[in-house]
């Protein structure tokens, strides 16, 4: 059978399983949209700007685990796709991205809209494809979709000729893919396993991190089965938080950075340190050298490049998270580990940062817990990246798997509103909301009008502060309040902005007003937003300065009066 | 740990792109190649490639490791830690005269080096071997004045039957189970 390269794209993509298409159209991918209406299977949903597309993709691939597509034109519909892309790749999201490109005869003449973009994102992108022929296209989208899922997941980028999607080729999609070099370990090295069980019955104060390899995986039950068999309290790094609720005895909360003082202390304890499907960040680690002085470390990561990278490895194991602890669950032999749980108890009595201030003005915390009382901790929470970011990561309390969605290694802030969209059309039977900055809002909020467009029913709550929160904060401590270019005098005005968009806008600036506010959102048949007008300058503790260790750290300052909430 | 020189082979997809994804990932990543060779090998549709790199041992894995991570790299190899043979192929141009040219050709001989071009007031001279070797000779013609030099960068081989296709295949499944065993 015959058809035409945009046709062997959508056919191949309804092979794949694919519903829900991010993207937007112009000249070099036109050929490939005007087929879309012969194939009413697949949803396309019409974004305003292309980082919408990919964030959004980004957030269907984290809560559904299915591979998120979005498309975009060439030039600057691709180039628009490059936030997105390596906030994937960064974060190990699976997606994949069909660009248009100019016609195979201009390509490398500068032509109008003409972007090297599999040259651009040669180095953000798991792997990328310029395809020149149409009977090429369906090997490229089977061969992208099993890379961009299987193994550390990642994003494909296929770059595809306008003129490619008019020509014919014969259809038949592959069965399966033929590479080589591909050959992603799955199953723990047995004599690895027996090691790593060795080291967890020796140890007498190990503790779990639990990265977000453990959410790809989907471990949620073998990483409770190890946690509660060996009695090992279970440290979440931030893309790891949800991979264990928070309501669990052996929930240590997130390390690092802006993590629990008590969480970091126990790690300066430790005498082992068991890392699943993380990286060890430096935003987890602080200075390297001072990083978990005491313990030995396992480190089960599917991707052998992640392991010994940062941190030096005692038992080295490479798989997949879920399939190694399947395997590590049947060597460890149940333990208990009193003394240590009450040290720990200890700490945390002593550095009780999960605790938030009682305050008369309206402060963030305060918000992210009654978002969390009246949610039950069951939401999926979307959040753009700053102080808002890690008090939601601090304080929400995540109880379902896989309900904490964020843009981790990239950090890229406007991530909170497309992506959330995304996570709604993947998720449409949860609640979700996106905690935003009024920083990172600013940046995408042009995709409430697609939320609007499609009646995607994501809630809104800005905390917003007038300022970029993080930086200012940091102009706090290390530049004595020298507040440059992170003031914003004149915000627009958010519930207008929801109303002008059709969706419900309320201002909250009191904190009676709180819980009624998320009710009424909750209850809106429709998109809507909440606008906190908080603390100006609220800051964010704990903090641990970048590049040092805990003996830096600094906690939130404990005024004689000051009652606190629990 | 001692920075000290290694010699790195990876067999590749002859895929477009397929050299710049491996120089642009030395790049992002920090690594110092002091040289990279490229061609065909015994496989249709495979090129081989040798890389000679500085560091520590630590450095070097992460850089085997890297190498792994591209789709179209299939084979990674650090040979240096085995015993390999590596060569490389310089032609350089030597002002000449008739009053030195045997002198020259003296030495030519002594490093059993080529002469490929002889011109009124110049030489070329083609030598093949080791990186050692091509420094020494290239430093004794410094004396009677190198105008150019070009260099393909080193290739090369273990020695016995240690490498190669057969391997390859055999070890092809599990190829990231040495770093589990490591």
Known sequence: MKLTGGQIVCESLIREGVAVIFGLPGGANLPLYQTLPQYPQIRHILVRHEQGAGHAADGYARVTGKVGVAWATSGPGATNLVTPITTAQMDSVPMVCITGQVARSSIGTDAFQEADISGITLPITKHNYLVMHASRIAETIKEAFYIASTGRPGPVLIDIPKDVFNEEAEFQYPDEVDLPGYKPVLDGHPSQIKRAARLIKEAERPLILAGHGVILSKAYEELKELAEKAQIPVITTLLGISSFPENHVLSLGMPGMHGMAYTSLAIDDADLIVGLGLRFDDRVTGKISTFAPKAKVIHVDMDPSAIGKNVKVTVPIVGDVKRVLRQLNQAVEPAVHLGWLEQIEEIKRAHPSNRIRETDSLIPQFVIKQLAEVTEGKAIVVTGVGQHQMWTAQHYGFIEPNSFISSGGLGAMGYEVPAAMGAKVGRPDKTVWSVAGDGGFQMTMSELATMVENDIQVKFAIMNNRFLGMVRQWQEFFYKKSYVATHYTHNPDFVKLAEAFGMLGVRVTDKTQVMPAIQQAMEYNGPALLDFMVEEEENLYPMIPPGTSTAQLIEEPVEEKAKWHR | ?182
């Not at chain 2, 000679?52 to 179209?72: A, C, H, M, N, S």
């Not at chain 2, 830690?81 to 192929?89: N, T």
Request: with cysteine; aromatic share 4%; glycine share 6%.
């Open chain 2, 1 to 182: 740990m001692a920075q000290m020189k290694h010699t790195i082979t990876a067999l590749v997809s002859d895929k477009p792109a397929v050299l710049s994804r491996v120089s642009s990932l030395f790049r992002r990543r920090g690594f110092n190649i002091t040289s990279l060779a490229v061609g065909n090998c015994e496989i249709p549709g495979m090129s081989r490639m040798a890389f000679v790199v500085e560091g520590d041992d630590g450095i070097v894995e992460q850089i085997t490791k890297q190498l792994r991570t591209l789709i179209d790299v299939i084979k990674v190899s650090d040979i240096s830690k085995a015993d390999f043979v590596s060569r490389e192929l310089a032609l350089i141009r030597v002002r000449a005269n008739s009053t030195n040219r045997s002198e020259i050709i003296q030495l030519v001989d002594i490093f059993r080096a080529n002469i490929v071009d002889v011109a009124p007031e110049s030489l070329i001279i083609e030598v093949t071997g080791d990186e050692d070797k091509i420094e020494s000779i290239n430093d004794l013609l410094k004396t009677f004045g190198v105008t150019e030099m070009i260099r393909t960068g080193t290739v090369a081989m273990m020695r016995g039957m240690a490498g190669g296709t057969e391997e390859t295949q055999a070890t092809n499944l599990p190829r990231s189970r040495s770093d589990a065993t490591s």
